[in-house]
Nanobody, 125 residues
Framework: QVQLVESGGGLVQAGGSLRLSCAAS????????MAWFRQAPGKEREFVAG????????GYADSVKGRFTISRDNAKSTVYLQMNSLKPGDTAVYFC??????????????????WGQGTQVTVSS
């Protein structure tokens, strides 16, 4: 099991940027695929971006492709989500997740076993 703590959320105007961080502790961070999900009020949790153990392979939701970038620093046991050109539709609670699957980066929440508590991102128009 790995413990995850997100930070970096907040209120930003449309067109602005935020950088989310997720610090991991517990088991060896480099063993895990890492991902960001988000959940808006009344909606299901949805995949935003994922990253392989090495950081070489990535996957993005179509809605954020070209605007968001996921990265990781295995030496610091931290995964990041750089969010640019933010839109009001990006408003949600953002969750960091760790998974142990092999193969393509999973996009379903039930494929991840460990989650952070979430950080709120609000984009005003």
């Amino acid at each position: 099991q790995v413990q995850l703590v997100e930070s970096g959320g907040g209120l930003v105007q449309a067109g602005g940027s935020l950088r989310l961080s997720c610090a991991a502790s517990g088991r060896t961070f480099s063993r895990y695929i890492m991902a960001w999900f988000r959940q808006a009020p009344g909606k299901e949790r949805e995949f935003v971006a994922g990253l392989s153990r090495s950081g070489i392979s990535t996957g993005y939701a179509d809605s954020v492709k070209g605007r968001f970038t996921i990265s990781r620093d295995n030496a610091k046991s931290t995964v990041y989500l750089q969010m640019n050109s933010l839109k009001p539709g990006d408003t949600a609670v953002y969750f960091c997740a760790a998974g142990g699957a092999f193969g393509p980066i999973p996009r379903r929440p039930n494929e991840y076993g460990d989650w952070g508590q979430g950080t709120q991102v609000t984009v005003s128009s």
